[in-house]
Nanobody
Framework: VQVVESGGGLVQPGGSLRLSCAAS????????MSWYRQVPGKQREWVAT????????YYVDSVKGRFNIVRDANQNTNHLQMNNLRPEDTAVYSC????????WGQGVQVTVSA
């Protein structure tokens, strides 16, 4: 299974970004896709999870009401819409695909700065 993220970048506070994560090479319908973020010198933090096939969704409290995760079942892809971004959201965001084991993408940089 290969996991590839896209969509990072630089945005001003209050702005929006959309991250995408595509998992290829997996056959099946039961899995979970999650986003984590990490700042240098700090522990990696879980951000959001969406489960398949039931589409149960979970968020860390700090992003509730600002981030929205959706799943494209046909392509084993999820999108993380991040709105009202804050400087403290700055981090490398990584996608984890969990099925028989977990698979990680390479990560994308999100920078929120004026």
């Amino acid at each position: 299974v290969q996991v590839v993220e896209s969509g990072g970048g630089l945005v001003q506070p209050g702005g929006s970004l959309r991250l995408s994560c595509a998992a290829s090479g997996f056959v099946g319908s039961r899995y979970a896709m999650s986003w984590y973020r990490q700042v240098p010198g700090k522990q990696r933090e879980w951000v959001a999870t969406i489960e398949s096939p039931n589409d149960k969704i979970y968020y860390v409290d700090s992003v509730k009401g600002r981030f929205n995760i959706v799943r494209d079942a046909n392509q084993n892809t999820n999108h993380l819409q991040m709105n009202n971004l804050r400087p403290e959201d700055t981090a490398v965001y990584s996608c984890r695909f969990l099925a028989d084991r977990h698979y990680w993408g390479q990560g994308v940089q999100v920078t929120v700065s004026a």
